[in-house]
């Protein structure tokens, strides 16, 4: 069965840090860029971050401009897994989170580009 699963997340206060963890099973993910995306309630879906399928290249990592400097993307690919490593969060980061998975090398950063979900982890910053 092809899936993403996700795990990590939980309630954390302004200032501290959470790991995102996304295995993938049932596809080699290293063939695929990984992204993440969050949505918080009552707001559409957005772009976080997304890692490409070619790690070697200039701009193979992209991160929204709110997330910058603090959320760092990587992937292990003998693990078939991808983390979103999140640090000094804020209030406004809270949403729910999800990875997804795209089978192009180049990033896509629209939720329609992205082929396969996770199932969303919860993400509370309290201020």
């Known amino acids: 069965q092809v899936q993403l699963v996700q795990s990590g997340g939980g309630l954390v206060q302004a200032g501290g840090s959470l790991r995102l963890s996304c295995a993938a099973s049932?596809?080699?993910?290293?063939?695929?860029?990984m992204g993440w995306f969050r949505q918080a309630p009552g707001k559409e879906r957005t772009f976080v971050s997304a890692?490409?399928?070619?790690?070697?290249?200039?701009?193979?990592?992209r991160y929204a401009d709110p997330v910058k400097g603090r959320f760092t993307i990587s992937r292990d690919n003998a693990k078939n897994t991808v983390y979103l490593q999140m640090n000094s969060l804020k209030p406004e980061d809270t949403a729910v989170y999800y990875c997804?998975?795209?089978?192009?090398?180049?990033?896509?950063?629209?939720?329609?580009?992205?082929?396969?979900w996770g199932q969303g982890t919860e993400v509370t910053v309290s201020s």
């Open positions: 049932g596809l080699t993910s290293s063939r695929f860029t």
């Open positions: 890692i490409s399928s070619i790690t070697w290249r200039s701009e193979s990592i």
């Open positions: 997804a998975a795209r089978p192009y090398a180049n990033i896509g950063m629209g939720v329609e580009e992205y082929t396969l």
